[in-house]
């Protein structure tokens, strides 16, 4: 049995027993049809096509002067009827689950997405990998799409997928990970049946299918070099690209994880990045493709001893000299942060750098520095932050598009932890508009997930859910300076787990302070990389916010934030707080015994057992680590070990 | 190519160009006949066989009085014609291969070894175990036994390594990895035909095959139950067990671990460990067989919080209670050290608490902790300290028998480093006869090595490896504290890698001191398990020999150890001098180029960089993590970052 997430039968008992008409034609309209159909079968409603005949409670029906855009709809009307009008099938399709979201009460207006494209990338491997398994960095069980080695045609759990998608804003997708490996190179060519069948699913729901591919993929398929200047290279990228949009007519692009921790890249043949870009760009273009360019560019063979080295200026520096060089139909794909996912980073200096560059924000729905949906983790409200600017520069002012690593598997949740599914959701809504509401999404996405519960469940999932990443952020690594996870697998505490290693990934802490010191006046200069004000908000370790005061400074134990407290008691009282606040959390959920469905409510109250257990053994070991180190005792006398 | 190891063809010249009688009859003496035979036609010497003819200048015969044992022999005879009679063809094996060593000039006497089993325990998995791989711990390829699942049958290979077995006295092997996994627990049943085809290769050569069993074998096989008092379960032991015998009837026993690390054990039935060794003892006991039982059993799944729990003890705790419990054919086999194989540890505590209990010593010729076969790293020293009972009591004085891991695999040089040959070869010949001196075992195997090398291959050999276990140790862990490698893999530093697992590995360093405190006046009392004069020296700081001191206790860096330095300037003093000298021992071979065969010679030198490397990362890390805790600069100045 699979889990319904925010598409339960019973979320469309409103929209299923109206009279509908619905006028347009195109295979968006057949889904939007399909769709009410099968609800007005259950609820008692009825959908009529095409103009004239009876009068109706809700109209859809497409055109308008194109101000709507490929995607926007206007909803109107008044009580004895709502009204629907999109310029675009696409428009129908979102302004349907629009409808649905809103139950009974629908808003009137004008609706459009602020960007044009938002994506899901999946992790997904063809094969097994012996380190990464069928998903890497999967916490839902294995692939939707692949099994072992094969594909595994499992249609309608694709198509139910799509469905979520939709209904949440997706409109795009990549198949498969960025660490393309020989079998998955093969997408591209021999396997392409494989893609094409998924994208026949993904087309029925307005979302267009993307592959990773390897940048090494013409040698992978026989030929001496995959030199982006080289007259045979290109030849063989347009060929096949012809080849697949032969296939696939509405193929998306290609993503590329270039000379990045070890996939190939253009360096290996002196070229650049925006020549590697540019070749691709050129084979996709008049077929309506974009590429897009991760740029998670950095040395990860740094020697730690180093300290003028800098991971977080890595994107920073590899790519601005290239701003205005990349084609039109290459997307620039940028993680939000300059590390690596962390819980809490400032926003990457990248973003706000490349104005004449299409900037592509990556998001990380699946939660590995998060909890690794073992934890609740409510993300929206650390991705509002980032959008909206409330540490930094605005991601949602330089952003063209978002783009998320996919959290979904084949468990029988889909995310594995049964509310990390609201990170999923909510990352498609605020990729629509980045700025809802976090707290309002939650009731957007517990009213279609759990229709009819009663308040104290809702109330129970905002006290439980609203403030989780900050409860994490608390156990976890303090202040921004992120990581101090056991190295390899990323889950639980390991303070010096990469202290050492060629990462880049430090924390400097000693026996009298911690921090890394990325100031301009004495550090790595990295505070410098940020628009007015944030480089001299971020320079000063009386004006950088609290929450980043170790990602930009080192400082003494003693140094008193701006919270008040020092920064060793700040580690004691966040670590303390939040190992408890993950304990209210497992108490809250008890309560709900009955108000959820009983497999889905076990399922999570296992989970938090096991967050408790690792709150805990995060709290002792950064509390014990930091008093061993500082000999500074807890001022209030709790137990550290 | 495979290398001839300490058998080249050229090591025989002296014994094949002699006329050479040998009388008695049996499996080995025809398989010393085929070596003499083998070596004579290359030499121009002759075999006869029988008595009477032309006098001889090597006579070989059986007889005797029957105090020379089962596998001693007598040398004796003038400079015209030596003398070798044994007892047993056994004796005639271990007396030729004495010779051969001892080339022209052979000692005269009674030589017999110290115990009367020596053996090697193979961790070899018949399938590839997706995360040990072919071979646990293995760092010299796959297994000489099986490829991926299947047997690799390749006899002549197998002929060879036991040839060399048998020359430096090991008369025992167990093929496979004490983690039974699920193949791997058929090897007893369907696939014993997979374990006669190597035992009559072993045999041969004067070994016994063993094989590690899965205590839950019976339930693996289909039973409900492996409770050791089950008369089913006994029953089902008896039969396979006549099985085995049926089908090998000289196999030599089974060797269990169970209840340790996840094995499974008697435990699960609330049985003791005699209780479970006892039964198998039975089965075995009739067919003259023996149960190799494991010591190694600890919590892995200890809090590091609780400073009360201590895994030094657990072996000793276990296992001492059940002294004069097992049967006379169950060998309780120890771990040399109360941790794991660590490059410096004080004698186990149990090997002389249980006087009534066969006690086999395990020792570890495969370099898990000290270098993995890419440091050189002589272990005889190591090994020839316990038994001698340098710094603790003797091990040689209550050992009945020794085993060893092994080190070997598919590789071309069998051991992966060359020179880690040697460590292969100094086990047996320990074991044999325990008194002997590291460096004149080094002779000679350096002697069988490489004959006829110059006199400056056998300095540098003596330079790079006499002191090469001290210099490792110098560049890990100090002080007799332990880990500090990385988890999982057990290869280059991570100071706090198990600090805060559930391992029970640590050492508690704080910005103060560092170090167990295992004393009983303060500590875990571990030191107080120890027989007189030890256990007094151990509890007290001064009087503990510093090469343990931070292993039994935790002592403030400014402690002045009885060398007069530090243990802060100890660990900084070390770790440079360490790091040195493994880069004095690079210099020194690359002055061998021409005096030992390129591959091998070019093999030395690749992996040499590689230590080198590898030191200097140990000698930084280390310095590093005590300088940032302690806070106290070196009193030379040196760089530390």
Chains 1, 2 share one sequence.
Request: net charge negative.
């Amino acid at each position: 049995m699979i889990d319904a997430a925010w598409l339960p039968a019973r979320a469309w008992r409103a929209i299923g027993s109206r009279r509908i008409r619905v006028t347009g034609h195109g295979l968006l309209v057949d889904t939007v049809v399909d769709e009410l159909r099968q609800a007005c079968a259950r609820f008692g409603g009825e959908v009529v096509r095409g103009t004239g005949g009876d009068p109706c409670d809700l109209e859809m029906s497409l055109g308008g002067d194109g101000s709507l855009g490929g995607e926007g709809y206007e909803l109107s009307g008044d009580e004895t009827c709502t009204v629907l009008r999109a310029g675009q099938p696409h428009g129908l399709l979102y302004g349907l689950f629009h409808l649905l979201r809103s139950d009974d009460s629908p808003a009137t207006g004008v609706f459009r997405p602020a960007v044009p494209r938002r994506m899901l990338d999946h992790w997904d491997n063809v094969d097994v990998h012996p380190v990464m398994g069928q998903v890497e960095r999967g916490y839902a069980g294995g692939s939707l799409f692949w099994r072992a080695g094969e594909p595994r045609r499992d249609l309608a759990r694709v198509t139910a997928y799509a469905r979520l998608l939709a209904a949440c804003g997706i409109n795009a997708v990549a198949l498969n990970n960025v660490n393309v490996h020989a079998t998955e190179a093969r997408l591209l060519t021999d396997r392409l049946g494989e893609v094409a069948e998924l994208a026949g699913v993904f087309r029925h729901y307005g979302i267009r299918t993307h592959l990773a591919v390897s940048f090494a993929a013409p040698v992978l398929h026989g030929m001496s070099t995959a030199d982006p200047l080289d007259r045979r290279v290109r030849a063989w990228w347009e060929s096949t690209t012809v080849d697949v949009y032969a296939t696939i007519p509405d193929f998306g692009g290609y993503l590329v994880k270039a000379d990045s921790e070890g996939q190939p890249g253009p360096f290996t043949y002196g070229r650049s990045h925006a020549d590697g870009a540019n070749m691709l760009a050129d084979a996709l273009a008049r077929h309506g493709g974009v590429v897009h360019w991760r740029a998670f560019v950095y040395n990860h063979r740094q020697d730690w001893r180093d300290r003028g080295v800098d991971r977080a200026r890595a994107a920073h520096d590899h790519f601005t000299p290239h701003d205005g060089t990349f084609r039109d139909n290459v997307v620039l794909q940028v993680k939000h942060g300059p590390l690596d996912f962390q819980a809490r980073e400032p926003v990457s200096p990248l973003i706000a750098a490349m104005p004449d560059t299409r900037i592509g924000v990556e998001f990380q729905v699946t939660q590995e520095y998060t909890g690794q949906q073992r934890h609740v983790c409510y993300l929206a409200p650390m991705w509002s932050e980032l959008l909206r600017g409330a540490h930094g520069p605005a991601v949602a002012d330089s952003a063209a598009e978002f783009v998320a690593v996919a959290n979904v598997g084949d468990d029988p949740f889909w995310t594995g932890h049964p509310l990390a599914q609201a990170n999923l959701y909510a990352f498609g809504r605020l990729a629509w508009e980045p700025g809802l509401d976090p707290a309002a999404l939650l009731d957007e996405w517990a009213g279609l997930t759990f229709p009819g519960a009663p308040r104290r469940l809702h109330d129970a999932l905002h006290a439980i859910m609203d403030d989780s990443w900050r409860t994490y952020e608390r156990y976890t690594a303090p202040l921004g300076v992120g990581f101090m996870v056991r190295p390899g697998h990323h889950y639980g505490p390991d303070v010096d787990g990469y202290e050492y290693t060629p990462w880049g990934t430090y924390h400097h802490a000693d026996r009298d302070g911690v921090g890394v010191d990325r100031t301009v006046a004495t550090g790595t200069g990295c505070a410098g990389l940020y628009p007015k004000p944030w480089a001299k908000i971020y320079e000063s370790p009386d004006e950088c916010p609290d929450e980043l005061a170790l990602f930009f400074h080192h400082l003494p134990y003693q140094h008193v934030l701006s919270s008040g407290v020092t920064v060793i008691q700040h580690i004691y009282d966040t670590h303390f707080a939040g190992a408890r606040e993950a304990a209210e959390m497992r108490e809250r959920w008890a309560g709900l015994a009955g108000t959820v469905p009983p497999a889905k409510y076990e399922r999570v109250r296992e989970l938090l057992d096991e967050q408790v257990r690792s709150a805990e053994e995060w709290r002792d070991q950064v509390n014990t680590y930091f008093f061993r180190k500082s000999g500074v005792p807890d001022a209030r006398g709790r137990r550290i070990y």
